[in-house]
């Protein structure tokens, strides 16, 4: 079956670091990648995606790449701000495999960005 | 664009007792997507409908969860005989179509506690 395995938080860092939030996947078809956030008290949101290998999600500053050699999609940005502490998840829809056009969730990383 | 809606944001109940939520999709999505979120996991997959249809239930979908979505716009979580594993944050999403390229939108979600 399908799988998203992300790094466990917290993970707290000061403003101005740079961040990786690491993001590997199992599927059986060839799935489509994305990233969610959920900001205190809000709803998810959809924060990147990439569509087939080698594409690159950006918005906001963040940025991921889908490898399918490794198959991982890391979350990376140069520079946090406060105001990117947040719940992240790493999610996969795998339409063309076969499966249900759900998603599937890694368990999310809590972001902390200390000032 | 108003997003999706949920409604209620909170529900509390007693064990045994049965319970309705509602979801409002985005007005052009023809897709919409029922997840259910524990705390500290990712959303898991229950359902999704095509328009009225309902296509695909996940296993987590017990028999005494039921959804509709009887005109293709809003739809219905209903489950009955309520336990305290049910108590959780209910989540809807909606989309325009199927895959990576028509990413799916969430609403707040409906916290749903079991006394």
């Known amino acids: 079956g399908n799988s998203v395995t992300q790094m466990e938080g917290p993970v707290t860092l000061s403003e101005e670091a740079f961040l990786t939030i690491n993001c590997t996947y199992t599927a059986t078809g060839y799935p489509s990648l994305f990233w969610y956030v959920q900001y205190p008290g809000e709803g998810l949101q959809l924060l990147l995606k990439?569509?087939?290998?080698?594409d690159k999600g950006s918005n906001k500053g963040f940025e991921a790449t889908y490898r399918k050699e490794t198959t991982s999609f890391h979350l990376e940005k140069g520079s946090v701000q406060v105001s990117d502490s947040a719940v992240y998840f790493c999610?996969?829809?795998?339409?063309?495999?076969?499966?249900?056009?759900?998603?599937?969730f890694g368990k999310g990383t809590h972001l902390i960005i200390q000032p | 664009d108003t997003g999706v809606s949920q409604d209620p944001r909170h529900k509390i109940t007693k064990r045994g007792q049965n319970v309705t939520f509602r979801c409002d999709p985005i007005?052009?999505?023809?897709?919409l997507y029922w997840y259910r979120q524990t705390l500290g996991q990712g959303p898991e997959f229950l359902t999704y409908?095509?328009?009225?249809?309902?296509?695909?239930k996940s296993r987590l979908l017990s028999d005494r969860f039921s959804a509709e979505r009887p005109k293709g716009s809003f739809s219905t979580l209903e489950i009955q005989r309520t336990e305290q594993g049910d108590s959780a944050m209910y989540l809807c999403?909606?989309?325009?179509?199927?895959?990576?390229?028509?990413?799916?939108?969430f609403g707040d979600g409906t916290r749903l506690s079991i006394l």
């Open positions: 409908f095509q328009n009225e249809a309902q296509l695909e």
């Open positions: 007005s052009e999505h023809n897709r």
């Open positions: 999610a996969l829809s795998d339409l063309n495999g076969g499966g249900a056009d759900g998603l599937t």
């Open positions: 999403a909606s989309s325009a179509g199927a895959g990576g390229n028509q990413p799916q939108h």
């Open positions: 990439a569509t087939k290998a080698d």
